[in-house]
């Protein structure tokens, strides 16, 4: 664990009060969220059950919430089913036909899905899973692409009481084995391939891969393929089913079983400090009170609203905004599959355009990657439907911010820059638009309900604008319950590094104002452009590599994707340090992960500084990863000639 230096207070005054105009439509006014707020630091757990009781309860709670350090139940006694929430709930008044998805593939064909549609497929989704020996407790794990099929997957699990694991599909047939075998999924849904800047992603290819490789996973009894692309693949007899000719023998309607609130509803993997992911439990009753709470107050949610969140739903954020917490309120939710410069650099602002987008929800890396691109893509097109714009994953620049603010947002949509993590299910620090000033580079306040602290180590106080620990000092809905068959594991990394405290692996400082600057993770967890990754992830599949002894990876800044990685590798004896060595080395990594994690920059050398006690001193990588140069205490490093030594080979 690194301390975090971070005493520089920002030169950024710039402040922008909520626009009256907004602000007059808005759920929450600056009094209505004051008191709010108040009434919330008073009471918290009577805030979240008056929030709960917006949800449709099957049996409702004795208990609000049971806390025993580090373990929180909500609305204990309770029981619900999420997808009866999304879905039946809206089906009785003028939503039912109302879009629930809007869907927009990479090639350009559209399809919209009314909530009653969609209530439909996932009946006939969950009635087939059903039949196929899946229900409560089993796990289900999903490798799909952002097609509507991933949706009726996710709430078709949730209906019949099953527990998904979204594998993302970027990445590789490894990372999927393991991951699927730690949650022993009895079932896989994955498809033909996805389209991704013109290529097919083939994730049927990388699911039996998985499957077949390596002792596959023995706990996978079927396999269900979405037909998405046409391409043909091979279907094992016995294991494979078609998604569209099982489903099509199945009735529209399935009971949704009610669960317990604290059923997990779902497990989704997640980088840690090791090189093993952690499974990240989920619960029912008090994620979805967590994320359908903050999606209606931080995007200021109404019925007329498209609302698009350009998040994979392979990450949290795609569960908890794309899906959950929008359909929880009735919304109309974009999804879209492929790459946010297919064909063009315009493309984003083309679905703007096309579906009269009105919320629009993304990542900074992307935003820096158009400002890049230049304003003459956005000029284009006519996006004055947008009224409000939203960042998360990754600390996001002022300048970024800026041109957000003017280029997409025309000077008239607040942003809100949400901070929150896979382990929190829901957005925990966050403007309100309608009530709370925002200041570029911050993500402002708590959200009514939560409570955050900025600590020195010891547990004191920082001071105003001094940098420390970013911590949660009261347990919330939506946290996360456990790490999948570790619990241990959940206690050592989130409750022990100060007792009692949730310990977020941030580092942030709160100004005069209390507003939260965030400065990112201070633990060996990175932010690639917006894709959470372990240095000790990275670091595992280098060493996997026959050629490599050792391997140390750190995280440099970069002006685009707001963290580069760089892998400081030893090779063995009789291995040769050329520039194909290093393109060998980041191949590995793309089939050991995934090819977002493959390193940027891959330097030999001959021996990595250590510690006397053998530790690799990964401060001074930094530095030298950073700046070129080592400006900080090298007193304890064993052997100097290793820092010395560091170089890159001639190329
Ligand atoms: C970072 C994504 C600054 C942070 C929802 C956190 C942010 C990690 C912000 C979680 C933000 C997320 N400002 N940093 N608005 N939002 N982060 O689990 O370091 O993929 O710990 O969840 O992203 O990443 P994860």
């Not at 949730?502 to 400065?519: K, L, N, P, S």
């Amino acid at each position: 664990m690194t301390t975090p230096h971070i005493t520089s207070v920002s030169t950024e005054k710039r402040r922008f009060p909520p626009e009256p105009e907004f602000a007059r439509q808005a759920h929450l006014q600056e009094r209505a969220y004051a008191a709010l707020r108040e009434s919330a630091l008073s009471n918290p757990v009577a805030y979240w059950e008056n929030q709960a009781r917006n949800l449709h309860w099957f049996k409702p709670w004795h208990t609000a919430l049971e806390w025993k350090v580090p373990h929180a139940r909500w609305f204990l006694g309770g029981e619900l089913n999420v997808s009866f929430n999304c879905l039946d709930r809206h089906l009785d008044g003028p939503r039912a036909n109302k879009a629930a998805l809007i869907w927009e593939g990479e090639p350009g064909e559209v399809r919209t899905l009314t909530y009653r549609q969609l209530h439909a497929e996932v009946c006939r989704a969950a009635n087939a899973l059903r039949k196929l020996g899946v229900g409560k407790g089993d796990r289900v794990g999903i490798y799909l692409p952002m097609v509507p099929e991933i949706a009726v997957a996710m709430l078709a699990c949730a209906r019949v009481g099953a527990t998904h694991s979204v594998v993302f599909g970027g990445f590789s047939a490894e990372a999927l084995r393991d991951r699927m075998n730690d949650a022993k999924a009895k079932l896989i849904i994955t498809s033909d391939g996805g389209w991704r800047r013109g290529n097919i992603v083939p994730l049927k290819q990388m699911t039996d891969d998985a499957l077949h490789d390596k002792g596959g996973v023995p706990s996978v009894e079927k396999v269900l393929v979405v037909k998405r692309t046409g391409k043909d693949v091979p279907m094992k007899a016995g294991r494979d089913l078609w998604w569209d000719e099982t489903l099509s023998h199945e009735k529209t309607r399935a009971e949704a079983e009610p669960v317990d609130s604290e059923h997990p509803l779902f497990i989704l993997y997640t980088s840690g400090t090791t090189g093993k992911p952690k499974g990240v439990v989920h619960s029912t009753g008090g994620y979805l009170v967590g994320c359908a709470t903050t999606t209606k107050f931080v995007f200021d949610l109404k019925d007329e609203d498209v609302y698009w969140c350009t998040a994979d739903a392979g990450w949290v954020t795609g569960h908890s905004y794309m899906l959950y917490g929008p359909l929880a309120n009735g919304a109309t939710s974009l999804m879209y599959e492929g790459a946010p410069n297919f064909p063009a650099w315009d493309r984003f602002w083309d679905v703007v355009e096309r579906h009269r987008v009105s919320i629009l929800y993304t990542a900074p890396t992307a935003i820096r990657a158009f400002m890049r691109q230049g304003d003459e893509h956005p000029k284009k097109h006519d996006l004055s439907t947008l009224r409000l714009l939203g960042t998360v994953g990754e600390p996001i620049n002022p300048e970024a911010w800026m041109w957000y603010r003017e280029v997409i947002g025309g000077n008239r949509c607040p942003i809100v820059d949400t901070w929150w993590q896979t382990e929190t299910g829901s957005i925990m620090i966050s403007p309100l638009p309608g009530a709370v000033a925002t200041k570029p580079g911050s993500c402002t306040l708590p959200m009514p309900g939560i409570s955050v602290k900025v600590l020195h180590k010891d547990g004191t106080p920082c001071k105003p604008n001094e940098g420390g620990y970013l911590v949660i000092d009261h347990p919330w809905p939506s946290m996360l319950r456990t790490v999948w068959g570790d619990d241990e594991r959940y206690q050592k990394q989130y409750w022990s590094e100060m007792p009692g405290l949730y310990f977020t692996g941030d580092g942030a400082r709160q100004d005069e104002d209390g507003y939260i600057w965030v400065m990112g993770r201070i633990d060996d967890v990175v932010n690639v452009a917006g894709h959470r990754l372990g240095t000790a992830e990275v670091e595992s599949a280098l060493v996997s590599h026959p050629t490599v002894a050792e391997s140390a990876v750190v995280a440099r800044p970069d002006e685009l994707k707001g963290q580069a990685l760089v892998a400081f590798v030893t090779l063995r004896a009789g291995n040769t340090p050329t520039k194909h060595a290093k393109e060998v080395l980041r191949n590995h990594v793309a089939h050991e992960i995934g090819a977002f994690a493959k390193p940027d920059e891959i330097r030999f050398t001959d021996a990595l500084p250590k510690t006397r006690s053998g530790k690799i001193m990964r401060r001074l990588l930094r530095e030298l990863a950073t700046s070129g140069e080592v400006k900080g205490d090298t007193t304890t490093l064993e052997d100097f000639s290793a820092l010395a030594k560091l170089r890159e080979e001639e190329e």
